[in-house]
């Protein structure tokens, strides 16, 4: 079965930090463009990063400076270290995978509460 798991998500102070990961399984995604999405309560999904297949990466303005997103091919997982976080950046975090060839793929999400 192909498919993406998130995990790492959970409840953190301000200032704090986490790490989600990001396993795809069922098929090799090294030549996917990989990215991280998030979705707070009452609002639209919107982009937090990606990173291409040769490695490249861009954020969303909010994220700039506080998050990096990263690949291990070889495990077949993609990771986003976010710190300084805020309460702004409570939302569910989803992965997201791209290909030209076999589509896009979505993970079930995983719950970031950054809350004091």
């Known amino acids: 079965q192909v498919q993406l798991v998130e995990s790492g998500g959970g409840l953190v102070q301000p200032g704090g930090s986490l790490r989600l990961s990001c396993a795809a399984s069922g098929r090799s995604f090294s030549s996917d463009l990989m990215a991280w999405y998030r979705q707070a309560p009452g609002k639209q999904r919107e982009l937090v990063a990606f990173i291409t297949d040769d490695g490249r990466t861009d954020y969303g303005d909010s994220v700039k400076g506080r998050f990096t997103i990263s690949r291990d091919n070889a495990k077949n997982t993609v990771y986003l270290q976010m710190n300084s976080l805020k309460p702004e950046d409570t939302a569910v975090y989803y992965c997201?995978?791209?290909?030209?060839?076999?589509?896009?793929?979505w993970g079930q999400g995983t719950q970031v509460t950054v809350s004091s």
């Open positions: 997201n995978a791209k290909n030209p060839f076999r589509g896009t793929l």
